[in-house]
């Protein structure tokens, strides 16, 4: 009988990775190493258990006989450690001191703020948040460095280290001046297209959701304006002959307020995904994990 003394539970890891994929780049992807890391970690399995265990074939790796044997009692473990020993700390919100770091874009910060805000004082007390402004260069650095704890944004991020979670979509509707002149009959394509249009500076020479969405579509607009925060949109159109495309849902805050109308998008769009961006070593953390459902679930509630 093998000494469980000579197991290296992350050779474990590795089978089960090759188990599942049955192939060796896809499983070495799935566990964030090398291919030379994963080949190196095979043949001391294969060594350990005195078997081949996964053979070459024309779409990857196949498994022996005695592979398939362990594949149900290997992961079986492996979920039995990962249940009843890792996760094993519950995160208590009523008497939790953490601190959270989120970095929000302008319309991240104006729907799910509020609401985030009102909760962490009733549910998590003496949790301190500190909310730092839309992404930039140095967000993914930052979250890999554990600096902040996740990003809402509309913008992805490059890189297997972070997970992406789209948690909320937003439509897009068309606003502009109460009684405005050229919109008495309504919004026709040929008058969104020439009438003059506010719109955001690109960040990270990539646009904003806007651009980025009526770019694929290549409408050329009108644009005789640019500001830095959508925030601002509204209340500018509001006193001029400019129009602006908004989420739906802050157009409709700014309608109780200023003087405007809103008018569908005369155009088939997708609707703008946020993401909820924060790295993969972060998934099974208590806290953020407890984090993450608060955002999502919040996100999801009607006005």
């Not at 979250?143 to 979670?165: H, N, P, V």
């Not at 509707?173 to 008058?191: M, Q, S």
């Not at 849902?249 to 700014?254: G, M, V, W």
């Amino acid at each position: 009988m093998k000494d469980l003394r000579n197991v290296d539970l992350n050779l474990l890891v590795v089978f089960n990775a090759l188990a599942e994929e049955e192939h060796l780049t896809r499983a070495a992807e799935k566990l964030h190493l090398s291919q030379p890391a994963v080949s190196n970690a095979l043949a001391r399995l294969r060594d350990f258990f005195d078997d081949e265990l996964f053979v070459r074939a024309p779409k990857g790796m196949k498994p022996t006989r005695k592979a398939r044997a362990l594949k149900q009692p290997i992961k079986q473990a492996l979920e039995i450690i990962q249940n009843q020993l890792l996760d094993q700390d519950v995160f208590e919100s009523k008497t939790a001191k953490n601190h959270f770091s989120i970095a929000v874009n302008s319309y991240a910060e104006f729907a799910l703020l509020p609401r985030l805000i009102g909760n962490f004082r009733t549910e998590a007390p003496n949790v301190v948040l500190d909310i730092f402004p839309e992404s930039d260069a140095t967000t993914a650095e930052k979250l890999r460095s554990g600096e902040l704890d996740i990003a809402l944004d509309y913008l992805s991020l490059q890189g297997k280290d972070f997970i992406e979670e789209p948690f909320f979509e937003e439509e897009l509707v068309v606003v502009a001046a109460k009684d405005h002149a050229e919109l008495r009959n309504g919004l026709t394509i040929d008058l969104y297209n020439s009438l003059p249009q506010l719109s955001m500076h690109p960040r990270g020479h990539r646009g904003s959701h806007t651009e980025i969405l009526l770019g694929r579509k290549h409408i050329n607009r009108n644009i005789v304006m640019s500001v830095s925060n959508l925030i601002s949109f509204a209340p500018l159109v509001a006193n001029s002959d400019m129009i602006c495309t908004l989420p739906k849902r802050l157009a409709k805050h700014f309608e109780k307020q200023l003087a405007i109308s809103i008018y569908e998008l005369p155009y088939n769009l997708d609707k703008i995904p946020i993401f909820m961006i924060y790295h993969r070593d972060r998934v099974n953390d208590p806290a953020h994990k407890w984090l993450r459902n608060k955002i999502t679930f919040l996100a999801t509630l009607k006005n």
